[in-house]
């Protein structure tokens, strides 16, 4: 006869402590990192190994508690379906990084890692065996489900893979694009040593006038006849300074480059290239003025998930933008779908 699951309190032949028959066995302790001051290191609270059922609900209910005393707004229930998903990795080395005072939520680990990332966030597509649905439900619908919540609610779920293994999964209730700025994910290229603002620059003394006491650089002087300029670094704050102040000429290479000319709309519109989907989602949000995930469910099938990342896709591409719960056309999105 069919009966009702619910996860973390299903009376079963496993998870009691003492060991469990079916071989998951939690081997490592979950770590999780909190952000009090984005300047600062973080503060760690450890979750012991222990059995499967115990293990996830103290992570579940340890993350709930850490997140909202920094003021965070994630539910409980989000929270749950994200931290399950430790049992697909076998509980390898589970991390949890809460940032943006609780409202972005990283959760990572070392496991087999998800080779398919878009099926993951389809509804029914799972890799739950049966020893793992003894502690989750195991249909396939945790990672659709916390996506399409928070999208709902203005904010993002993002699929990535760890540094040497395993996934990253990461929450918030602000869109992709900041919650990546927050970690720092997509990687923004470090500034060259010294370019940093704040960074002291030695300045180097002017060259002494003729006949000075001071002692003489091993280069030929200025006021030497024929005597050529040594070279010096481009752009070094000392060098102009001294140039300055003897009232010489400076170089030619030390001119800042001319920034190149704004490119034209229509050779953006060029570079962009939609899937099928894509096309679709633009179609339909052109015809109709506003346009969401419901109502390309409607227009077209598949899953709301699915019409939600297209519409993000084009979102980042600057062809719609969000308003409300629907996205609107851009100026460059009726170009595009001219």
Known sequence: MARDFFPFVEDGEVGDAGGAPDGLVVQHPARIAVYDDPSAA????????KDVRAYLEEITATVNRLSHEQGGTIPFMVIREIVENFIHAYFQAPTITILDGGNTIRFSDQGPGIKEKSLALE???????????RYIRGVGSGLPYAQQYMEDKGGSLEIEDNISGGTVVTISTRPAHDARGLS???????????????????????????????AQPAWPQPWQQGAPWPQQPAGYPGY?????????????????????????AWAAAADVSLDDRGRQALSLVLERGAAGPTDLVQAYGSSAATWSRALASLASQGAVMKVGQKYQPTEFGRMLGA
Do not use: I
């Not at 509804?123 to 649905?133: I, K, W």
């Not at 500034?191 to 060259?207: D, H, L, N, R």
């Not at 003897?246 to 920034?259: E, S």
């Open 42 to 49: 973080p503060r760690v609270v450890v979750v012991e190994p």
């Open 123 to 133: 509804f029914g597509t799972t890799s739950a065996t049966e020893d793992m649905r």
């Open 184 to 214: 720092n994910a997509g990687g923004e290229k470090d500034e060259p040593v010294g370019a940093q603002q704040g960074w002291p620059v030695a300045a180097a003394p002017a060259p002494p006038y003729p006949g000075a006491a001071t």
């Open 240 to 264: 102009q300074t001294a140039y300055q102040q003897q009232g010489w000429q400076q170089p030619g290479w030390q001119q800042a480059p001319q920034p190149a000319p704004p490119q034209p």
